[in-house]
């Protein structure tokens, strides 16, 4: 064959693959004309490989990608698109590139077992190495089970459409986008396609392409909402939050806890509220959102009004999670901030950065309930009324001793300021802190309660 007519077979075979739908999907994620392709001639049992792999810019931001292509065998995994994979790892351990997963297969290559076994646990391997180092983002657009719901559950965040399904059952039972939130596996479900790949988009742009690089930049954008007193923590950020920006996380999963990505005067940050009891889900989501911010130096921004935690082994977890992590950490007490939530996520032991309270907030390191009986008990000998004068010793010890500006006067927070001033604070706190470096003891990691 001549050069001329090999040079148009290719062609030819560029074209049928550009048609299937894993290529749209891969294309679509990145910016106009940039993706390039790794291994795009790749062949697997006489076919081209069931994925697409390659890399490019994601608004302005490079990253690397792959994408199980279902219009070839179904997307089902092989020897071939394991190595393709492989190569995405591999590019981006080099380059220190996000890593982006977009799933979409019915298994496995029966043919290939022993084979199977080995290209998975590679799979798996680079996945979890890369864990902290890159930010890693699953996309599920259509069936992933099995090991591959491992692979993809392991990402730091996990996208869905209303196709997807993402279960470690082969038959793809609880695997729904609405039974993956529940479950905390989930972060973002949206309805369609072309959602979930702008969420993606929308991720890659807000996240440091490793854990040496800084938090994006971005210019300011003024709040789409004024300040409102009494208003739930949800409305509280998008009064602080640059207009359109903040991102949730896990809203189907923990309660109590709102967690997500914003921007604060142009800063890229993570975003964190407690509320009421923090349930086990609730601790567990928290302190997975610090661990994955702190990894790349995402600053935490942490909104406190709290009664008290669920269960002692996930308030341990979430503990961990604060003091450990070396990221600027900065803490609102908007509400109540007392005993181990204050000491956990908000004084010394969360190793805060930072933390200011409202005026009508409640610091204290006993429960208001606790320590006003305990300390003034005397003062109920004789009453004719003890229930209803304990409630007002309750009342009494929360705006004097357990006040805002007592603990301001103690030490146990740096600032006392007016809610609408929130805003301007926050963006001042993140100025100061961007060059914060701390260095740790040497260790391979935590054992913390899991």
Known sequence: MSNVGQAAGLQKARDKVRETVGYRRIASLFDEGTFVEIDALAKSGGDFAEAVAGYGSIKGCPACAFSQNSDIAGGAMSKAQASKIKKVYQFAVKTGVPVIGIYDSIGARVDEDADMLSAYGEILLGANSLSGVVPQISLILGPCTGTSAMIAAGADIVVMSGKGELTV???????????????????VAVKDEPQAIETVRRLVEMLPSNNVSSAPLFDEVQPGAKFRKGASLRKLIDYVCDGGSFLELGEKFGQSTVTGLARIGGTAAGVSCLSGIIDPDSCSKAARFVRFCDSFSIPVITFVDAEKFGTLREASKLSNAYSEATTAKVTVVTGSACGPVYIAAVGRGANSDYT?????????????????????NDRLKGSADPVGDRAKLIEEYKTTRASAEAAAASGMIEDVVEPEQTRVRL???????????????PKKHADIQL
């Open 427 to 441: 963006s001042a706190c993140l100025d100061m802190l961007a060059g914060k470096r701390v260095s740790s003891l």
């Open 169 to 187: 059952a082969t038959d793809g039972q609880g695997g729904s986008p609405e039974e993956a939130e529940k479950l905390g596996v989930c972060h």
């Open 356 to 376: 200011f309270a409202w005026p009508d907030a409640v610091v204290s390191a006993l429960a208001p309930e606790t320590a006003a009986v305990f300390l003034w």
